[in-house]
Every structure is written in C-alpha cells, then in structure tokens.
C-alpha cells in the first residue's frame, strides 16, 4: 500500500501566517524500517525520515502528536527534529521528519552507537580502570520495570550521566584527544534539556533515542567543533509507551520515576535547565496559550482536550517546581530584587520572539471559536478527511539543504548505520 501512495502527487505542509500552503513533492524511499518509517528523500534534496500512521484512521493521532510535538520544541528552543505533514489531494497520509543533511555531509553518533563503542572500548581494554568499573556498576543496576521504577537519585544521576559519558568519551576516541570544554557543555545542556522536555510533552520511552550531529571534513572525519544535537524525533514509539504508567520514564533502557528524575533535574543539574525552566515559570500564562494553539490546530478536537490537560499538568509541575528552587535560592543566597527583576526582563526577551512564532502562525484557536468548532462538526459529517487542520497545519522554517550527487549518497550510507542503530533500540 506504501508504494501505490508514494505513487500519488504528494505535497508537503506549511503555514505562513496562518495561510496553509500545500507544496507538492517527489519522495524516493531509500530503505523501510521494522516500525513501518522509511528512509527517504523529498525533490532529490532533503533527507528525512517518513511516517504513514495518517493511511490508518486508529493511528494518524501518532502524526498529529509527532508535529505537536516539534512545535513545542520549537516553543521552548529546545534541539528537535523538523515535521511537516505529508498529504495528497483528498487525504493525509503522514509525516515528514528532516534528518537535517547540509551540503557539506555530516556524521551522527546515536546514544545506541555510543553506549556499543563503550562497551566494545572496554572489551578491548581502550577504557579500563575506575572508568570501567563506573560503567560496568551502572550496567548492573536492575534496569527496573513497569510497576517498579527506580526511585533512588544517585542512580538516577548516575543514569542520566552514562549516556553523557558514552557521548563524550566516543568523540574523544574517535578524534584522539580531550574533547573541548566548550563543545563538552554544550552537549550536556543540549541532552538535559531534551529529558526535561520529555517531562513536559509526557514522552516515557527514551532509551538510546538521541544523536549527536557534526560537519566532516575534506579526509570525511568529523569536525567536533559545533556538534548539533537532537533526539531522532521527537514522537512517541507508541508501542513502547503504552505499557508504561504515567509516572513513569525509560531513558537509558532504565525505568525511572517521574518525579523522582525532576527531582534529580533540579538538585543536580540546575545549572544546565534553569533557563528552560524559568522562561516556564515566568512566562507561563503565555507558554499555555501558545500551546493550547499548537494543541488544537493539528488534532481532533476530541482529542486536543485531553492532551491540553496533560502537557498543560506537566507544565504547571516544571513551573512549580522552578518558584520552589528559586525562593530556596533567594533566601539562601539573599538575591537583590533588582538583579532579578533585570535577569528576569531579559529572560522574556529571549522567549518573545518564539511566542510571537506561534502566535502568528496560529492566528486562531479553534477551541476559542465556537463557529469553528461547529464548522469543523458539519465537515467530519459530510466525511471530509480534514478537520482542524482546515485552519492551520504544523509546518517547519523553510531551510533549504541542498546536497550534491556524491555527497548524498556518502550521506545515506551514514544515515541509514545511525537509524538502524536507533530503531532497533
């Protein structure tokens, strides 16, 4: 069925000013993965990953998370994948997530290659010592299970700093020297706020899901000077997540409890969020609505509502969690209201720009709008496939990757070892 889709004129969707546009495509599938996505490529440029969960009614709801998603990622500036929706001219049939390949060809690191070259790398005595008894304690941690979740923070911490530690010591075998503490901060700010942004969009299974991105040069070794870093995408593996409970969170093939690791997040790396989490905090009536805006123009309105509730929950707990620290901080430290008050001014700043995104892309919430919703209701009984998604749809900044001949196919070569590595975690 795939292939006669792929058959049909398909185009891909993006706002621009809340204006729908509809650009059509030519989508060449390179390899097909065991979670049903493809490896493909759009107009002979931009590599990507697609997804047909919209052929299927029952799952299309996957989609319209998967863009939801990238929109608040993009809300909060937090590393992600780019999605678009990918239709044809009567329906949806999936999404399209960017692998981000520029011209200049790139190499990846999955945290599922990472934590293989540690392990091979103590195997063959490469990292030996105190490094490999840390690495070998954390391994023998129960890995924990649905029901019985680890709880302890030192664990946890412990955790969360093997994937930091797979990521880094793999850049410095792979370049033969210290990695740079720049490069290295990076890195650790980047992976922290990806964690605590599964917190708040409800994502519980992580595992090795995420990569780090860097520029090759003209010998095709990688150039760690401005690694990017992101998750593969930023949608559930649906069949993973399903039998985990709410308080739960796998990172690292380990599970953890929710709040047990926002907990950690705040005691241990506070340094590494608090950015994140006081734009939250502080900004919090207009990162609601920015999200109920994002919410209700990319899903079925019988649906948006009991997702609204359970990002808007998470949210609330972030923020929360952010006054606690903070008045401890204030009277700890006895911080002047005035430098607070500056911080706190120029912190808004830095989030208007990302909040007025969204209000320009999505002029309208249809969750505010009766005549919308009822004109939406009148649509889906005349059996018209679209729904909210007649007022605005998800789309992503028009970044246009263009790639030689040769350099995509040594792009592919490197793009199809990193996501069978990822899949299969």
């Not at 503490?181 to 980047?190: V, Y």
């Not at 430290?333 to 008050?341: A, D, F, I, P, S």
Request: hydrophobic share 35%; proline share 2%.
């Amino acid at each position: 069925m795939d292939k006669d889709v792929l058959k049909e004129q398909c185009y891909i969707v993006s706002l621009d000013n809340g204006i729908r546009k509809e650009e059509p495509v030519t989508i060449e599938v390179f390899n097909s993965f065991k979670d049903g996505s493809k490896l493909v490529q759009l107009n002979n440029t931009v590599f990507g990953l697609l997804n047909l969960n919209s052929i299927n009614p029952e799952t299309m709801y996957i989609d319209d998370y998967a863009i939801i998603k990238a929109d608040i990622a993009e809300l909060l500036d937090v590393d992600h994948e780019e999605t678009k929706r990918i239709v044809t001219e009567d329906r949806n049939i999936g999404t399209f997530t960017t692998l981000n390949y520029s011209k200049d060809i790139e190499t990846r690191i999955s945290g599922t290659a990472a934590i293989n070259n540690i392990v091979n790398s103590i195997n063959n005595k490469l990292i030996s010592g105190e490094e490999a008894l840390w690495v070998d304690k954390i391994f023998k941690y129960p890995s924990g299970s649905s029901g019985n979740s680890i709880k302890d923070p030192q664990e946890i911490e412990d955790i969360i700093n093997l994937g930091l530690y797979a990521l880094n010591k793999t850049i410095e075998l792979q370049s033969g020297q210290e990695i740079e503490a720049r490069l290295g901060k990076a890195i650790r700010k980047n992976y922290l706020r990806m964690i605590l942004f599964d917190l708040i969009i409800g994502k519980k299974y992580r595992g090795f899901d995420y990569y780090l991105i860097s520029k090759v040069n003209e010998q095709g070794k990688p150039v760690w000077v401005d690694a990017y870093f992101a998750p593969i995408s930023i949608s559930s593996n649906s069949n993973k997540e399903n039998y985990l409970k709410d308080e739960e969170y796998v990172i690292n093939n380990k599970y953890i409890n929710r709040e047990a690791l926002l907990n950690v997040l705040f005691d241990k790396y506070y340094k590494e969020i608090n950015k994140l989490s006081q734009a939250i905090a502080d900004a919090r009536k207009l990162y609601i609505d920015a999200i109920s805006r994002i919410i209700y123009n990319n899903t079925d309105l019988s649906k948006a509502s009991t997702l609204e509730d359970l990002l808007l929950a998470n949210l609330e707990k972030v923020a929360k969690k952010q006054d606690t620290y903070e008045a401890k901080i204030d009277k700890e430290q006895k911080t002047n209201k005035v430098e607070r008050t500056m911080a706190t001014q120029s912190l808004n700043v830095r989030v208007t720009t990302k909040l007025d995104l969204i209000q320009k892309k999505y002029p309208i919430n249809p969750k505010d709008h009766k005549d919308t919703i009822k004109e939406t209701k009148k649509k889906k009984q005349e059996d018209v496939t679209l729904t909210v998604e007649d007022e605005s749809k998800k789309g992503f900044a028009s970044t246009a990757i263009l790639l030689s001949v040769i350099a995509l196919i040594c792009g592919i070569g490197i793009g199809i070892a990193y996501i069978l590595l990822t899949l299969g975690s």
